[in-house]
């Protein structure tokens, strides 16, 4: 059965701070890795999208990476923000069939001030 | 990029009515659309996965007479809660895509409240 973990499941840090979130995944055959922001009460916005080929890709403060072979992605972000308290969820879609992603069950974050 | 809009984004309704729910994308063709539910502080939950102009292919669990999925045109989507309860009440999603730009790209939601 496809699955994606999540960790950790909630996370505190101060605003100024980097942290990073881990995503470790069974999908296969794999087709890509996508990491969203969902902030409460809205739809998830996409961060990166990685294919098997990639390792890392960043976007702005966010960085993500991905190790195809242990099937491991992270997602750091760099000199957080009050913003950035969100919850992030990491997306695997496999190739072929019928491509249905298997979300995790997201990263709550929270950046105090 | 790829823009889904979703309408309308906050509805609240009396038991046993119905509700529609419209998911449009703006500027691609969506071959393919998903329907997700998402209870607070949980993850999104897929409902059913539409392809245009086929019958919508739902999840176990999911009741297709209750959860009326239209997936008519590439650009629009619709989701019909029938007969709506109190427990219906709910975050509910709507994402679109082709497979071909691996983009499912979300919806802003809709917060359904049943009263």
């Known amino acids: 059965k496809n699955q994606v973990e999540q960790s950790p499941q909630s996370l505190i840090i101060l605003e100024g701070k980097n942290c990073t979130l881990q995503?470790?995944?069974?999908?296969?055959?794999?087709?890509?890795l996508r990491w969203y922001k969902q902030d409460t009460g809205r739809g998830p916005v996409s961060l990166t999208i990685m294919t098997f080929s990639e390792n890392t890709k960043s976007n702005g403060r966010y960085t993500a990476t991905l190790d195809a072979d242990t099937k491991q992605s992270s997602l750091h972000i760099t000199a957080s923000q009050l913003s950035d308290s969100a919850s992030y969820i990491c997306v695997v879609s496999p190739s072929g069939g019928s491509y249905i992603p298997t979300f995790g069950r997201g990263t709550s974050l929270i950046v105090h001030p | 990029g790829a823009v889904v809009s979703q309408h309308p984004s906050r509805v609240i309704c009396k038991s046993g009515t119905s509700v529609k729910i419209e998911c449009r994308s703006l500027?691609?063709?969506?071959?393919?659309m998903f329907w997700y539910r998402q209870f607070p502080k949980q993850s999104l939950m897929l409902m059913a996965t539409?392809?245009?102009?086929?019958?919508?292919?739902?999840e176990q669990g999911v009741e297709k007479d209750k959860f009326l999925i239209n997936h008519a045109s590439l650009t629009l989507s619709t989701l019909t809660v029938t007969s709506a309860h109190p427990e219906d009440s709910s975050f509910y999603i709507c994402?679109?895509?082709?497979?071909?730009?691996?983009?499912?790209?979300f919806g802003s939601g809709t917060r359904l409240t049943v009263v």
């Open positions: 994402s679109a895509g082709s497979v071909r730009n691996y983009g499912y790209t």
């Open positions: 500027d691609f063709q969506a071959t393919t």
């Open positions: 539409s392809n245009e102009g086929s019958k919508a292919t739902y």
């Open positions: 995503c470790n995944y069974t999908v296969s055959p794999f087709s890509n």
